[in-house]
């Protein structure tokens, strides 16, 4: 039987708990720990061994170079600094700190020969994820981003909050740039098939402001972010869960940061959007039937996406 093995580059708060989160969900046979402070490393490295004999599944947790990575099945990039983050809550304050880093070891893990799928936590996401996506140069679908995945997840959580419907029996996506240039997709909104429209003419509960809710969801991390200053539990599950899908093909749609090649008429750019996960990675760009507002707002957020890529492109 195949070993599952999974790299994490960069094992700071969000590295450590994806980690933990592929070694308590029995997602990783291995785990491959990657990180410029060796220290730092080795300690995550003994916690989670120490952990391990009381799981239900065996894991095993080593510190690696870049080299390692090359027979990882799956990699988590997960460089950051999210101190950064304290001057202001744009994720792209992050960019020249976290472009610069990946620039610094993209060769390498090339090198390494890695051919696997690898899955971006980095901010600004969608910036990453292209920069590594080019950088790598395996085929299309194989390098993409978390994305709007947890924004998703956190609308999701409020609609249902809202409804009292659980957020297992809804659709909803946010759509865009991982950062303030998101949006809700309101008109592809549905509980177990019946759109929210439909839901409103017959129940309060369903008309609620819309605005409102869009702004909680964009703003959930910050929340998060203001009282520890990091996040954590969110991004390492939706991770995990990527992760996941990809090791059993599971051909799941969830929204990812995904090349865009005329599907919404964008061409390249990394942007979040529904798509079909499985053993390649995103396998299909689901294209979702948007009123002509949402369009507007997906090209504005692809625009903003577009602006900092060129940024990257001068820099590195």
Avoid at 95 to 106: G, K, L, N, P, R
């Amino acid at each position: 039987m195949k070993t599952r093995k999974i790299g994490i580059i960069g094992v700071g708060h969000v590295g450590a708990h994806c980690a933990y989160s592929l070694a308590v969900q029995g997602i990783a046979d291995e785990l491959v720990l990657v990180d410029k402070n060796e220290k730092k490393a080795a300690s995550e490295c003994q916690d989670l061994r120490d952990s391990a004999a009381y799981l239900p599944h065996r894991v095993s947790v080593q510190v690696g170079d870049f080299a390692e990575l090359g027979g990882c099945d799956i990699i988590i990039n997960s460089v950051g600094k999210i101190d950064i983050l304290r001057e202001c809550q744009d994720r792209t304050h992050e960019m020249q700190f976290t472009t610069a880093a990946v620039a610094s070891y993209i060769d390498k893990l090339k090198a390494s020969g890695f051919n696997g799928v690898l899955i971006n936590i980095t901010n600004p996401c969608d910036v990453v994820t292209y920069q590594l996506a080019k950088g790598l140069g395996l085929p299309r679908g194989r390098v993409f981003g978390t994305g709007t995945g947890l924004d998703t997840s956190r609308l999701l959580s409020a609609l249902a909050r809202q409804t009292g419907i659980s957020h297992k029996s809804i659709t909803a996506y946010m759509l865009g740039e991982h950062g303030n240039q998101q949006f809700a997709a309101w008109s592809n909104v549905s509980f177990q098939g019946r759109p929210l429209e439909a839901w409103a003419k017959t129940d309060e509960r369903f008309r609620f402001d819309k605005a409102a809710l869009q702004k909680e969801s964009i703003g959930g991390g910050w929340v998060t972010f203001s009282g520890k200053f990091c996040t954590e539990y969110g991004i390492s599950t939706t991770a995990a869960r990527m992760a996941s899908i990809v090791m059993h093909d599971e051909k799941l749609i969830m929204p990812a940061s995904a090349e865009l090649c005329g599907e919404y008429g964008e061409t390249g750019v990394f942007a979040g959007v529904p798509c079909v996960i499985g053993k390649d990675g995103v396998e299909q760009v689901v294209e979702l039937p948007l009123t002509e507002e949402e369009k507007a707002e997906f090209h504005k957020a692809c625009d903003v996406i577009r602006s900092n890529i060129k940024y990257i492109s001068e820099q590195h």
